[in-house]
């Protein structure tokens, strides 16, 4: 064992990417770092629009600043490395790489998981409890749901990386992934994986089920809000902002629920890594664009903070 651990530590693993095929690197490496860019610039215009307005300190926004920033830190976690890889002929990462990256998508993954929750449960009090809005929903109470979306996030991937660190992996290095996520990792391992795979399916489900559940929740007293609304133009406004809203969240959730939820002997590597690209990519660079650019509130931030730059600009 200590011969394997051993090994473990001194061979890098390889990442095999998205394809093994050299003819489709450089169209998923454009496409790739499209997505990426038109991410990154959404998230980070939307967290300095909200930082520079004083019109958007209001508790939906503050929320929707840090899922933005945890989007903008999500996606930088994984994607620089796979743009990397899809160009590189050496892509190996060490373990301590591996166990790094892993541990900031993990954390950073569950605290976008609880920050649309609570930003769910921002929609429903504002909507069923307008009169008790300013106090359920405080700088004190906003604050405090944040600390706790980070604290859990980070306690949970704390706990999942101690784990994996004693693995010992003395079969193949090479990754099915174009990350060091779990699944494909606990498949190289020779180490016994029964306990990770019973924390993934009890505490795991616990940081994921659990918001999902509080989000579906809320949207469907939403929704029944919504249906005694009197105009018909409210109620189709609302209904087309919360289906938005859901099919984001279904997105997310249903792609993560698939990949991590199934015991590691019936993972799929090919399947995985597309479901991966979903909610590693696809919806974070979705979210700016569901939340943020369709507001009225935001587009006038953004022009007030672009003109500011080149008014600035020009003064200099």
């Known amino acids: 064992?200590?011969?394997?651990?051993?090994?473990?530590?001194?061979?890098?693993?390889?990442?095999?990417?998205?394809?093994?095929?050299?003819?489709?690197?450089?169209?998923?490496?454009?496409?790739?770092?499209?997505?990426?860019?038109?991410?990154?610039?959404?998230?980070?215009?939307?967290?300095?629009?909200?930082?520079?307005?004083?019109?958007?300190?209001?508790?939906?926004?503050?929320?929707?600043?840090?899922?933005?920033?945890?989007?903008?830190?999500?996606?930088?976690?994984?994607?620089?490395?796979?743009?990397?890889?899809?160009?590189?002929?050496?892509?190996?990462?060490?373990?301590?790489?591996?166990l790094t990256q892993m541990y900031f998508f993990f954390a950073l993954g569950v605290t976008d998981s609880c920050l649309l929750a609570a930003m769910a449960y921002d929609r429903y009090v504002a909507i069923r409890h307008p009169l008790h809005y300013a106090t359920r929903m405080s700088r004190a109470v906003c604050t405090a749901l944040v600390g706790t979306a980070w604290l859990?996030?980070?306690?949970?991937?704390?706990?999942?990386?101690?784990?994996?660190?004693?693995?010992?992996?003395?079969?193949?290095?090479?990754?099915?992934?174009?990350?060091?996520?779990?699944?494909?990792?606990?498949?190289?391992?020779?180490?016994?994986?029964?306990?990770?795979?019973?924390?993934?399916?009890?505490?795991?489900?616990?940081?994921?089920?659990?918001?999902?559940?509080?989000?579906?929740?809320?949207?469907g007293a939403i929704a029944a809000a919504v249906l005694q609304l009197p105009s018909a133009a409210g109620r189709l406004r609302a209904v087309s902002t919360c289906g938005s809203h859901l099919a984001v969240v279904g997105l997310f959730y249903g792609t993560v629920i698939a990949v991590y939820f199934r015991p590691t002997s019936r993972y799929e590597a090919e399947r995985g890594r597309v479901a991966t690209v979903m909610y590693t990519v696809v919806t974070p660079m979705l979210n700016p664009v569901i939340y943020s650019l369709r507001n009225r509130d935001v587009q006038g931030a953004l022009r007030a903070l672009f003109t500011r730059r080149r008014i600035s600009a020009g003064d200099s």
């Open 152 to 219: 859990v996030s980070h306690a949970h991937s704390l706990l999942h990386i101690l784990l994996m660190a004693r693995l010992s992996f003395c079969a193949s290095h090479q990754v099915p992934h174009f990350f060091c996520d779990h699944q494909p990792l606990l498949r190289l391992s020779c180490s016994d994986t029964q306990h990770i795979q019973l924390l993934i399916f009890t505490e795991g489900a616990a940081v994921v089920v659990t918001p999902f559940l509080l989000i579906l929740t809320s949207y």
């Open 1 to 98: 064992m200590d011969a394997a651990n051993e090994s473990s530590e001194g061979s890098p693993f390889i990442l095999l990417g998205l394809t093994t095929n050299p003819s489709q690197r450089r169209p998923l490496f454009l496409l790739f770092l499209v997505l990426y860019v038109a991410g990154i610039l959404g998230n980070g215009l939307i967290v300095a629009a909200i930082r520079a307005s004083p019109a958007l300190h209001a508790p939906m926004y503050f929320l929707l600043a840090h899922l933005s920033f945890a989007d903008l830190c999500f996606t930088s976690v994984t994607v620089p490395k796979m743009l990397a890889n899809l160009l590189a002929h050496d892509r190996s990462i060490s373990l301590a790489g591996c």
